[in-house]
């Protein structure tokens, strides 16, 4: 059964940074796109950042180019989110997800991942 187990998170000041994780089980060798949402109040949830399991690639939508990094460490099974210069407007619930095979191109959209995790709070104070 596949398996994604999210930590990390909390409260920070407005500046400061904060890594998320994604721990995957039950995958295998298998071929899979891993992605980062997140869902502010109110708000739609959006993609964040994607990376593939084999060949990397890895992704961050525009508007966060330059703060947020996606990195993954294979002899963990786990994914991560560097979050740094954060602001209030980061404030949100923060989900990894994942997809089988490949990842689509450009950012991630919801309703392409099938496989998520538990969500994790990000509250960024000014």
């Known amino acids: 059964q596949v398996r994604l187990v999210q930590s990390g998170g909390g409260s920070v000041q407005a500046g400061g940074s904060l890594k998320l994780s994604c721990e995957t089980s039950?995958?295998?060798?298998?071929?899979?796109?891993m992605a980062w949402f997140r869902q502010a109040p109110g708000k739609e949830r959006e993609g964040v950042a994607r990376?593939?399991?084999?060949?990397?690639?890895?992704y961050i939508v525009d508007s966060l180019k330059g703060r947020f990094t996606i990195s993954q460490d294979h002899a963990n099974d786990t994914v991560y989110l560097q979050m740094n210069s954060l602001s209030p407007e980061d404030t949100a619930m923060y989900y990894c997800?994942?997809?089988?095979?490949?990842?689509?191109?450009?950012?991630?959209?919801?309703?392409?991942?099938?496989?998520w995790g538990q969500g994790t709070q990000v509250t960024v104070s000014s």
């Open positions: 990376v593939h399991n084999r060949f990397g690639l890895a």
């Open positions: 997800a994942a997809r089988f095979t490949f990842c689509y191109a450009g950012p991630p959209k919801t309703a392409d991942y099938n496989i």
């Open positions: 039950g995958f295998a060798d298998s071929d899979r796109c």
